[in-house]
């Protein structure tokens, strides 16, 4: 199976490409449902905060991986400057970094930090506390030291680690799926197998370079994206009309895999549960792994007639397309020029629209699962949705 791997796997540059104008926040004001993800985990790092030895005089370095605009996690990162501007003053110098991928809108975090971006309604910790200090970090969050290659941060600097809604990411694409554009509703058993094995090794990789990031007593609180995470293919009838109308071709279809995998809270704990893992062998400790199903705002404010159906079908669309739109450009056929690649893009997500405006219960909440963990002196919190 581990050679079949090395034989399938397609490398992803980058498995994830904004959508939407450069500098205008777009990924945050298209995310109405995700964002609660990260109102979840404010009491979760709140409560990991209260629990540390801070050394006022040394820097706090607090890093958010997978940060995309850097608007959805923004209110919570305020809330712990807060936290800590108002427990120790003006001290100690608090330094956040926002990770992503190369191509991450690091712009609009920019703007948003300095509250330049027009009509911004999310505030911004660094206008609004002193001592307060911002950088970039746009590497890899898989990347591991080599002779050509860099961890995107150097050993032991990093107090607290955050995340929302991003490990799902994979490193590498293991297959094409032949049923299912998400790995959840795939049926080939061989191709689930190889997404299972790549997911594994990601997670692993994944905490252990935080591990190597994350000072005596660190923190990392988690929040990734559950199995349960939809309860139907939310694509796939639309693709596969695309192919009935020949708008694609079968081909195409098979392409248009998400390199990402929902794992289940059993898988999350794995790493931490096997005596000696190299996971506990690095320090890291789980407290606890929980589920939660959080509802879509959208669907609550459709459901009590606040939103009418083509509404709420546009804000739904708008907010997957952030996420999975270079994924439908890069499932068709390269014989194709770029503007027919974006018409078909288009079309898809119009045609999206409408199936999702027949059948708006199929997309009324998302499940969620929360973890924690602690060791010797790293603690880490994990939420999965
Ligand atoms: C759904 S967004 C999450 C953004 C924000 N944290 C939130 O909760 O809304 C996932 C982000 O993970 C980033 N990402 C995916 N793979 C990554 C990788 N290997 N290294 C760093 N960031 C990655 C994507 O570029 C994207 O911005």
Same mark, same amino acid.
């Given at each position: 199976?581990?050679?079949? &791997?090395?034989?399938?796997?397609?490398?992803?540059?980058?498995?994830?490409?904004? +959508?939407?104008?450069?500098?205008?926040?777009?990924?945050?004001?298209?995310?109405?449902?995700?964002?609660?993800?990260?109102?979840?985990? #404010?009491?979760?790092? &709140?409560?990991?905060?209260?629990?540390?030895? #801070?050394?006022?005089?040394?820097?706090?370095?607090?890093?958010?991986?997978?940060?995309?605009?850097?608007?959805? *996690?923004?209110?919570?990162?305020?809330?712990?400057?807060?936290?800590?501007?108002?427990?120790?003053?003006?001290?100690?110098?608090?330094?956040?970094?926002?990770? *992503?991928?190369?191509?991450?809108?690091?712009?609009?975090?920019?703007?948003?930090? =300095?509250?330049?971006?027009?009509?911004?309604? #999310?505030?911004?910790?660094?206008?609004?506390?002193?001592?307060?200090?911002? /950088?970039?970090?746009?590497? /890899?969050?898989?990347?591991?030291?080599?002779?050509?290659?860099?961890?995107?941060?150097?050993?032991?600097?990093?107090?607290?680690? +955050?995340? /929302?809604?991003?490990?799902?990411?994979?490193?590498?694409?293991?297959?094409?799926?032949?049923?299912?554009?998400?790995?959840? $509703?795939?049926?080939?058993?061989?191709?689930?197998?190889?997404?299972?094995?790549?997911?594994t090794k990601d997670w692993e990789l994944f905490l252990l370079q935080r591990a190597k990031e994350l000072v005596a007593g660190g923190h990392l609180v988690l929040a990734t994206l559950s199995y349960t995470m939809f309860e139907v =293919?939310?694509?796939?009838?639309?693709?596969?009309?695309?192919?009935?109308?020949?708008?694609?071709?079968?081909?195409?279809?098979?392409?248009?895999?998400?390199?990402?995998?929902? %794992?289940?809270?059993? =898988?999350?704990?794995?790493?931490?549960?096997?005596?000696?893992?190299?996971?506990?062998?690095?320090?890291?400790?789980?407290?606890?792994?929980?589920?939660?199903?959080?509802?879509?705002?959208?669907?609550?404010?459709?459901n009590e007639n606040r939103l009418g159906v083509n509404d709420f079908a546009r804000g739904v669309v708008s907010g997957f397309r952030a996420w999975s739109n270079s994924t439908f450009l890069s499932g068709l056929a390269d014989t %194709? /020029?770029?503007?027919?690649?974006?018409?078909?893009?288009?079309? $898809?997500?119009?045609?999206? =629209?409408?199936?999702?405006?027949?059948?708006?219960?199929?997309?009324?909440?998302?499940?969620?699962?929360?973890?924690?963990?602690?060791?010797?002196?790293?603690?880490?919190?994990?939420?999965?949705?």
């Amino acid at each position: 199976m581990e050679e079949e &791997l090395n034989a399938a796997k397609t490398v992803v540059p980058h498995s994830h490409i904004p +959508y939407g104008p450069e500098g205008t926040g777009a990924y945050t004001k298209s995310q109405t449902t995700v964002r609660l993800a990260a109102y979840e985990c #404010i009491p979760i790092v &709140l409560e990991a905060l209260t629990s540390m030895d #801070i050394n006022p005089l040394h820097t706090f370095h607090i890093v958010d991986y997978g940060s995309a605009d850097g608007g959805v *996690d923004m209110p919570l990162l305020y809330e712990m400057v807060r936290y800590l501007r108002t427990k120790y003053d003006s001290n100690p110098p608090i330094h956040v970094s926002f990770e *992503d991928q190369p191509v991450n809108d690091f712009k609009s975090t920019f703007l948003m930090l =300095e509250g330049l971006l027009p009509e911004q309604e #999310i505030k911004s910790f660094y206008t609004d506390f002193p001592n307060t200090f911002v /950088s970039a970090c746009g590497t /890899s969050f898989y990347k591991q030291n080599s002779s050509n290659a860099r961890q995107m941060l150097p050993p032991l600097s990093v107090h607290f680690g +955050y995340s /929302s809604t991003a490990e799902h990411w994979l490193q590498e694409k293991p297959c094409n799926l032949p049923n299912a554009t998400l790995h959840v $509703f795939e049926t080939d058993e061989k191709s689930m197998k190889l997404f299972a094995i790549q997911a594994t090794k990601d997670w692993e990789l994944f905490l252990l370079q935080r591990a190597k990031e994350l000072v005596a007593g660190g923190h990392l609180v988690l929040a990734t994206l559950s199995y349960t995470m939809f309860e139907v =293919e939310p694509f796939v009838p639309t693709l596969k009309a695309f192919v009935d109308d020949g708008t694609i071709t079968e081909d195409e279809f098979v392409h248009t895999t998400f390199a990402m995998y929902y %794992r289940t809270v059993d =898988e999350v704990k794995a790493p931490f549960e096997v005596e000696n893992s190299t996971v506990q062998k690095a320090g890291l400790r789980m407290l606890s792994a929980w589920e939660k199903m959080i509802e879509s705002q959208l669907y609550q404010k459709f459901n009590e007639n606040r939103l009418g159906v083509n509404d709420f079908a546009r804000g739904v669309v708008s907010g997957f397309r952030a996420w999975s739109n270079s994924t439908f450009l890069s499932g068709l056929a390269d014989t %194709r /020029s770029d503007q027919e690649k974006a018409d078909i893009v288009d079309k $898809f997500y119009n045609r999206l =629209e409408q199936d999702v405006a027949k059948d708006p219960h199929l997309t009324s909440h998302f499940t969620a699962t929360f973890t924690s963990t602690s060791v010797k002196s790293n603690r880490l919190y994990i939420f999965c949705l």
